[in-house]
């Protein structure tokens, strides 16, 4: 059975813990720090592993360890790298599914903490109170856990060129078009866990990854978090295949002024391919009550807030309005048809004409509201392939060759 590690401190042995507001692994028995440096291993080129071996990485299943601390047996998932000993209540790294060929090589430190995760959330329910279930906001301080999710990043240069036949009318060659250029990837996002979701890695590009650090097991224990399930070998054939696709779509939208074009030749490749295994941190909420389900995340570096837009949603303070504007013009109706005096016949059309202004103004109102809300929010929708990969070409040739007479 394997050993799932308590991160402990190599001065007493008490337990080690990412500090995030002083920055540090600190040992919260004798107050000693360390800088994450001091515990780092050296980096994996994983562009040579990708294409030496075809990873195979086995499904996911339940695996038991041995608390290192007490020695309770415990059960995590495989893809797991850290547990909660349920019996002495230690945060455990499980590193024998981190062997030393599948560490990260960087992490994006927590600089957030969950007290302020709590309260941009708080802020932000608290501005769309008529639009949101009371009962969920309770579920904000609990629904709050600690992610670290793994990500390739992938840099690379594509760079090349190709020629068309460009057409200027159906059938009428006119001239042969040369297009070249080169698109840069610089720390491109791609997800390295297939349970994540696709939305939550949308969002993952607005990190800045140049304030990540050597990954260290201290800083992922107490936090939940998980290995990479897609291989190297698998990431680098799907990125590749992509950012060519898309550069090779660029050069050919930029023949717009020919008819139609048809390819003579091509020579597009990558260079400077470069793939990092990469921790990111994210505050994940849950909230869910019978009719009402959200996923909202806080970007653990910079507080940024991800989510789904929020639709109009009646509170039960709105339902009472709703229908008292309804009830009060009814019973009045009722009493001027009992009755038939002028008096109640004045009272029941005001109360129909204030009902029918107090129900648009409360809606819009309401909707004014929600779409201020909603600008405070990143939201990230599913992206396609296309649009993920997309990037403008940095043209460096544009040339066309007009063909004479005779060739036509
Ligand atoms: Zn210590
Ligand atoms: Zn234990």
Request: proline share 2%; net charge neutral; charged share 25%.
């Amino acid at each position: 059975m394997k050993e799932a590690k308590v991160c402990n401190c190599p001065s007493c042995g008490g337990l080690l813990k990412f500090n995030i507001k002083v920055q540090k692994v600190r040992c919260n028995y004798c107050q000693k720090t360390f800088l994450t440096d001091d515990l780092s291993d050296d980096d994996i080129n994983w562009i040579d592993k990708a294409e030496n071996e075809n990873e195979i990485i086995k499904p996911e299943r339940l695996k038991e360890y041995v608390c290192s601390s007490c020695g309770a047996v415990i059960e995590a998932f495989s893809a797991d790298t850290t547990a909660k000993c349920l019996y002495c209540g230690c945060d455990l790294v499980l590193s024998s599914n981190f062997t030393k060929d599948a560490q990260p090589d960087e992490i994006v430190p927590f600089t957030i903490t969950r007290e302020k995760a709590v309260s941009i959330l708080n802020d932000y329910l608290e501005s769309v109170h008529y639009s949101v279930p009371k009962e969920l906001k309770n579920g904000v301080q609990e629904g709050f856990s600690g992610f670290y999710v793994p990500v390739w990043l992938y840099n690379c240069r594509v760079s090349g060129q190709m020629e068309f036949y460009g057409f200027k009318a159906y059938k009428t060659l006119d001239a042969i078009v040369k297009r070249g250029g080169h698109i840069d990837y610089v720390d491109f996002p791609v997800k390295a866990n297939d349970k994540i979701e696709e939305w939550l890695i949308n969002s993952v590009a607005n990190y800045d990854y140049s304030k990540a650090v050597e990954y260290a097991d201290e800083l992922i224990s107490g936090f939940y978090s998980s290995r990479y399930t897609i291989s190297a070998s698998d990431t680098l054939n799907e990125v590749r295949k992509n950012v060519i696709f898309n550069f090779e779509r660029g050069l050919e939208n930029d023949t717009y002024e020919f008819y139609t074009i048809k390819l003579k030749q091509k020579d597009v490749k990558v260079y400077n391919e470069k793939l990092k295994y990469v921790l990111v941190p994210m505050w994940i909420c849950r909230l869910r009550d019978r009719n009402w389900t959200h996923i909202f995340a806080v970007n653990g570096q910079n507080g940024e807030l991800i989510g789904d837009e929020l639709k109009l949603y009646a509170t039960k303070r709105i339902k009472i309005f709703n229908a008292a504007i309804l009830i009060v013009p009814l019973i009045l109706g009722i009493i001027y048809n009992s009755t038939n005096s002028i008096l109640w016949e004045k009272a029941f059309i005001a109360a129909v004409i204030l009902s029918i202004l107090l129900f648009i103004i409360v809606l819009a109102v309401r909707n004014n509201r929600l779409k201020k809300a909603n600008q405070k929010v990143i939201q990230i929708k599913d992206l396609s392939l296309r649009e993920k990969y997309y990037k403008d070409v940095v043209f460096d040739k544009r040339e066309k060759e007009a063909l004479s007479e005779e060739v036509k």
